[in-house]
T-cell receptor, first 111, second 114 residues
Framework: RKEVEQDPGPFNVPEGATVAFNCTYSNSASQSFFWYRQDCRKEPKLLMSVYSSGNEDGRFTAQLNRASQYISLLIRDSKLSDSATYLCVVNYGAGRRALTFGSGTRLQVQP | EPEVTQTPSHQVTQMGQEVILRCVPISNHLYFYWYRQILGQKVEFLVSFYNNEISEKSEIFDDQFSVERPDGSNFTLKIRSTKLEDSAMYFC????????????FGSGTQLSVL
């Protein structure tokens, strides 16, 4: 079973749409969770951390369900500039600093 | 905003040759990392480095790989005898540490092994 699993997409949505991505992780001891964004052939960039209580940053909302080992990202009012691959990322903690990346979900926002 | 810089942006080498990829982490950061991404695949952790020693490494980081911080600013990844399957984008990253897990990634070195 993959450690961090995501639907690869692509998700093709019109501008202004709301889109949601999901991610599951296999290690129940995982401690830190993130969404990164990666543009084609560029480096990953942190979009937001994901907290147990859920958190929001502008048009982006992240949720964590530890019982189901499930993370989500909601993007409201999609912009053309949101087109990218969204990476679900997990840190297992316990002194480990390595990040485990999912394969990413590709989003294409169309005019 | 401060950034992690990597050189070169592209490196082409023959199989069996040694390569050194260079990185300048953000100056006040304490943890340094190398990740790689084979074309079309996910980003994979290679190694983390703290206080002048490796703190963690993955199964990928075998005896062919080594890291070094030769001076106060550079952080290098050496691949001793490159294989075709080492072709990938190699990303350097750094973080403040001390509970702050935000990683800043460099723009990567695309390594092509022929």
């Amino acid at each position: 079973r993959k450690e961090v699993e995501q639907d690869p997409g692509p998700f093709n949505v019109p501008e202004g749409a709301t889109v949601a991505f999901n991610c599951t992780y296999s290690n129940s001891a995982s401690q830190s969770f993130f969404w990164y964004r990666q543009d084609c052939r560029k480096e990953p960039k942190l979009l937001m951390s994901v907290y147990s209580s859920g958190n929001e940053d502008g048009r982006f909302t992240a949720q964590l369900n530890r019982a189901s080992q499930y993370i989500s990202l909601l993007i409201r009012d999609s912009k053309l500039s949101d087109s990218a691959t969204y990476l679900c990322v997990v840190n297992y903690g316990a002194g480990r600093r390595a990040l485990t990346f999912g394969s990413g979900t590709r989003l294409q926002v169309q005019p | 905003e401060p950034e992690v810089t990597q050189t070169p942006s592209h490196q082409v080498t023959q199989m069996g040759q040694e390569v050194i990829l260079r990185c300048v982490p953000i100056s006040n950061h304490l943890y340094f990392y190398w990740y790689r991404q084979i074309l079309g695949q996910k980003v994979e952790f290679l190694v983390s480095f703290y206080n002048n020693e490796i703190s963690e490494k993955s199964e990928i980081f075998d005896d062919q790989f080594s890291v070094e911080r030769p001076d106060g600013s550079n952080f290098t990844l050496k691949i001793r005898s490159t294989k075709l399957e080492d072709s990938a984008m190699y990303f350097c990253a750094s973080s403040l540490g001390q509970g702050n897990e935000k990683l800043f990634f460099g723009s990567g070195t695309q390594l092509s092994v022929l």
